[in-house]
């Protein structure tokens, strides 16, 4: 200990930090290490061996112990303490906190390498700005800060910290509706500052090597996270600041979703144009028509319009028959013109002036006022609204203008003023909708689709997406930055309208490309204005067939799908990943975000620009990598250029990997894993592989937790000679599971294969199909192997 101590006080002298802060004392208590300085107190605390939080409290000032992003319970650590005349020693098993007492400075180490330090620490600029700062590694690149279109590595980039709608967005949006205080870096160690009031995060926009995050007001509080590998990184984030609970299953269908459908009959109609043409289905999304004739002026109504929704309880039951879901979207807006206006002022559930009176303004939609969410009577008063709307049989809810669109400086809230609680609104608005259905609708998962969230966001289920994009090939092109930054920053379900949000632009090419590309999303959600049909079912025929093969994929990729849900839900791991995440030492691939990994056996390349014919693909190192639909190899660590179908975008299939897929269903109340085909890619390089197939009832809250699941285990092993996959099923304590009649279809091995064996039998094949299928049957507590001889 003495000589690594030596060995850092040495290396971390060419940095000082703030010069007038001088160290004072110091204590060592309950695993908290309190620093006294001249001009405040620092607390270091560890939550893991690889998160670490560090507060400053200003002189004068006391310490907010409250956060709204964590979650986490410090972990009882055994911390080695060091300390000499010159520093002091925080050593966990992942991390180190260096602290040199002359001159005063922070320093985060990891296997021997410095993360990063405080360059001045905290300092109060002037009466309206505070930062805090850090030296950076001249080499890293950055990510973070939210939902931005602004290249994958966003170093040299000051984002401002305001939740805002950027309208008809297409290749930058530098301010978007998710600003998250956190950066992340190619060292694998990320930063979060935990303050919700407004500020900036600046990325070295000076290139002077300096990481900053400046705010109005709040703590001075900020976690280092590290992790070994990328996955582990996002998964020790979402352990601090929650995991994101399993979705309903249905979430992972269709979605008939438009702005917007003016009555009950034009509802009915829809549907029954899925339901005729066979296309899946599985919600509905009904905008602000359900609740007003008139896009100004109703807004905050909250109930049906009974004049073109006369029947509301019989149109939902009718669709629940059906499987499929009503959503209704919502805002949080109360016009003065609103029916609802009179009420919430009587029960005093707005927020208010100066003088204690509702607050009022002007935006869009009319004159406003919005739900002080922060005050226990505004929550209690919008829940109800909710619980109303939930026990009429609606299933899912939409929270939109959470940003809040327009919320004035001066207004005021129980929480504080407008600035201080405007990037945490729609985090407490999707915690209110969370927590009811917790308290009065236990089994139900429930389906919170928003606009706006903050750290931490995801452990309330919020479904994000990524505003008013431009339907363009722009507003397409920014897409997979927007979903593969916001993955590695916790929300794994960020997703776009697909085919677009604004403008009248047509282009069936475009809604093709956005369709084949939202197969591989976390949500499949066509949305658009009203001059452009978004639905499937009330496309032309020819662009309706084609779009329907991408509507079966998706149902057919349920299993796998889910099961990737399962991991986000376990691990905090995206759904969607970027290609760094297997080459952390490939540079080349920092900026990439045109290909990415949809979950771990799936390389996707999007087609982002009109009549591209070709389009060049690097194929990641760790494996071999094969065409979904031709089978075709492409060798590890090549880049070629791949000829582009007009029917679907380059998908490719990891060697060695198990795909779980089922036939096409109508919508997932038809779901069933008794009969399902199970791919596997044979690959002569891999000798060992797995993969798991994840199954619940798709609706009952922590399902995993309580014992009410089943998992398929499937191996694989390879001598060059033979070769054997395993499957077995592992069952919960409280799940009744039935047996599965599996068709293992097995890819490239067809003119190898010389012998087969089911369970020691030898199967007799006259002809040897591609790809391979054997049919085998998975039953509790037993397994089956197949054996091929090649």
């Keep these: 200990m003495k000589k690594l101590l030596l060995l850092l006080l040495i290396s971390t002298l060419s940095f000082a930090q703030n010069a007038n802060r001088k160290y004072l004392s110091h204590t060592w208590k309950n695993n908290i290490l309190e620093i006294k300085t001249s001009d405040g107190a620092y607390l270091i605390k560890p939550y893991s061996d690889k998160i670490v939080e560090t507060s400053f409290i200003p002189n004068g000032e006391t310490f907010n112990p409250k956060s709204e992003a964590v979650v986490k319970a410090p972990e009882n650590l055994k911390i080695k303490f060091a300390k000499s005349d010159k520093a002091l020693l925080l050593r966990l098993a992942g991390l180190i906190v260096l602290v040199d007492k002359s001159p005063f400075k922070i320093s985060y180490i990891k296997n021997g390498n410095f993360l990063l330090s405080e360059k001045s620490g905290f300092n109060k600029v002037n009466d309206s700005t505070q930062t805090l700062s850090f030296n950076l590694d001249k080499t890293e690149s950055l990510y973070g800060g939210g939902a931005r279109a602004l290249g994958m590595n966003r170093r040299g980039n000051r984002l401002k910290l305001y939740n805002r709608a950027h309208y008809g967005y297409e290749t930058k949006a530098e301010l978007m509706n998710f600003c998250i205080p956190m950066v992340l870096s190619s060292k694998l160690y990320a930063v979060h500052f935990d303050n919700a009031a407004i500020g900036y995060l600046d990325l070295d926009s000076k290139n002077d090597n300096t990481l900053t995050y400046e705010t109005i007001s709040g703590r001075k509080t900020y976690q280092v996270i590290v992790g070994d590998t990328w996955t582990d990184l996002v998964s020790n984030y979402t352990d601090l600041t929650g995991k994101q609970p399993l979705l309903p299953r249905w979430a992972l269908g269709n979605f008939s979703s438009r702005f917007g459908y003016h009555s009950q009959e034009e509802v009915e109609n829809t549907i029954k144009k899925f339901e005729q043409n066979n296309i899946p289905v599985d919600a509905i999304i009904l905008d602000l028509y359900w609740f007003g004739k008139r896009i100004k002026g109703t807004m905050g109504n909250l109930d049906w319009d009974k004049d073109n929704f006369a029947n509301p309880n019989k149109m939902i039951s009718d669709l629940n028959a059906k499987g499929i879901k009503t959503i209704l979207i919502t805002e949080p807006f109360i016009l003065t013109t609103s029916s609802k206006w009179q009420e919430t002022v009587d029960k005093k559930v707005l927020v208010t002036d100066k003088f204690g009176k509702p607050a009022t303004w002007d935006f869009y939609f009319g004159n406003t006022s919005v739900v002080d969410i922060f005050k226990p009577e505004g929550k209690d008063w919008f829940w109800n609204v909710y619980k109303r709307l939930i026990n009429q049989g609606v299933g899912g809810m939409w929270g939109d203008l959470g940003e809040p669109e327009v919320f004035p400086s001066k207004v005021m809230t129980v929480a504080g003023k407008a600035d201080e609680v405007h990037n945490i609104y729609g985090h407490h608005w999707a915690k209110l909708i969370a927590d009811g259905y917790r308290k009065d609708f236990p089994t139900q998962r429930p389906f919170i689709l928003m606009r706006a969230g903050y750290s931490g966001s995801q452990r309330f289920g919020m479904v994000p997406w990524s505003g008013d994009v431009s339907r363009s090939w722009g507003g397409l092109q920014s897409q997979t930055e927007i979903a593969l930054q916001m993955g590695m920053q916790g929300l794994g379900y960020m997703h776009s309208d697909l085919g677009g949000f604004a403008g009248d632009y047509f282009d069936n090419q475009l809604y093709l490309r956005w369709l084949q590309y939202g197969v591989f999303n976390p949500i499949f959600r066509p949305h658009a204005q009203e001059e452009v049909a978004s639905e499937v079912a009330r496309k032309d025929i020819i662009t309706m067939e084609k779009a329907k093969k991408s509507v079966e994929l998706r149902y057919q990729l349920l299993p796998y799908n889910y099961t990737l849900s399962f991991d986000n839900n ?78 679907y975008i380059p998908t490719f299939v990891r060697g060695g990997s198990f795909i779980p897929m089922i036939a096409t269903i109508q919508n997932t109340t038809n779901y069933s894993l008794e009969n399902f085909n199970l791919h596997y890619y044979f690959d002569e390089s891999v000798a060992n592989s797995s993969g ?78 591609e790809p391979l299928q054997v049919n085998v049957t998975i039953t509790k507590g037993t397994s089956s192997e197949i054996k091929i001889e090649y």
């Design 692 to 769: 798991k197939l994840y199954n619940d009832d798709g609706t009952t809250p922590n399902a995993f937790e309580k014992g009410q699941y089943e998992m398929l285990n499937f191996t694989s092993s390879n001598t060059n000679k033979t070769l054997v996959i395993k499957l077995a099923a592992t069952v919960g304590k409280n799940y009744t599971s039935t047996n599965k009649e599996v068709s293992v279809l097995i890819h490239n091995i067809k003119n190898k294969a010389k012998s087969i064996f089911v369970n020691g039998k030898e199967q007799v094949y006259k002809t040897f199909q």
């Design 570 to 647: 376990q691990k905090g791991t995206p759904l969607m990943r970027p290609l760094f995440f297997e080459e952390t030492d490939n540079k080349t691939l920092s900026t990439v975000a045109g290909t990415y990994f949809w979950g771990n056996d799936f390389l996707i390349t999007p087609i982002t620009k009109s009549g591209t014919t070709a389009t060049e693909i690097y194929f990641p190192k760790s494996s071999n990598w094969y065409d979904f639909y031709t089978n075709e190899k492409h060798n590890a660590g090549t880049t070629e250029t791949i000829k582009v179908n007009e029917d």
